[in-house]
């Protein structure tokens, strides 16, 4: 069975610096990755996706993710966060990308400090 | 974007009683899910549903729970008794338009049982 790992609870962020949140991922074959970031009493919403090909994936609003297979890690990265990027961020796989279910992390809760 | 929706967004009933959450999904999208995320842990997935079928359900899918979407009406969950452990934010999503895969999240139902 495959798990996600999120070893952040919580990061805390300068407005204007650059930002890396970690995943990292345990599983037979290589999955299917996802990043999601949910905003306060709304649902989940897909920054990006990694299913083959160039390891680094662009995601919306400047979001960035690094698949690597050695590391088993699919870290999320941008180079200049804003106050609006407050959030919590999900890490989360699946094993065929289609129907399958999700596979989470708990979350790492983003906090931009002006 | 794709929006789906989650009726009530916080319920609360006494154990033994019977809850039904609702989710109004992505008007064409064709599989539907339940997640299940107590307070400081992972979204975790319940089960998923497809043309009238449950496809896969999880360990935490205990046999008091069903679920439908009569007539392509509201896709509901409903628990029957409910239980002290059924606390938790229940997470509907939606995917699949014949094109993209990706899984659209509501904001959750938080249901309490005292």
């Known amino acids: 069975a495959q798990s996600v790992t999120q070893p952040d609870a919580r990061v805390t962020v300068s407005e204007g610096a650059s930002l890396q949140l970690r995943c990292k991922y345990s599983?037979?074959?290589?999955?299917?990755l996802f990043w999601y970031v949910q905003y306060p009493r709304q649902g989940l919403q897909l920054l990006l996706k990694?299913?083959?090909?160039?390891?680094v994936v662009q995601g919306v609003n400047g979001f960035e993710a690094e698949f690597s297979k050695s590391n088993s890690s699919f870290h999320l990265r941008k180079a200049s966060v804003h106050w609006s990027d407050s959030a919590v961020y999900f890490c989360?796989?699946?094993?065929?990308?289609?129907?399958?279910?999700?596979?989470f992390g708990k979350g790492t809760q983003l906090i931009i400090q002006p | 974007g794709p929006k789906v929706l989650q009726i009530p967004s916080h319920q609360i009933i006494d154990m033994g009683q019977m809850v039904t959450l609702n989710c109004d999904p992505v008007?064409?999208?064709?599989?539907f899910y339940w997640y299940k995320q107590i307070l400081g842990q992972q979204m975790e997935f319940l089960v998923n549903?497809?043309?009238?079928?449950?496809?896969?359900k999880s360990k935490l899918f205990k046999d008091q729970f069903s679920v439908e979407r009569p007539d392509g009406s509201y896709f509901t969950l409903k628990i029957q008794p409910t239980a002290l452990e059924d606390s938790a934010v229940y997470f509907c999503a939606s995917s699949f338009d014949g094109d993209s895969y990706e899984q659209y999240f509501g904001p959750g139902t938080r249901l309490t049982v005292l």
């Open positions: 990694y299913y083959s090909g160039d390891p």
């Open positions: 989360a796989v699946s094993m065929e990308g289609g129907a399958d279910r999700l596979t």
């Open positions: 008007s064409n999208h064709l599989y």
């Open positions: 549903f497809y043309n009238g079928k449950v496809m896969e």
């Open positions: 599983s037979s074959v290589t999955p299917y």
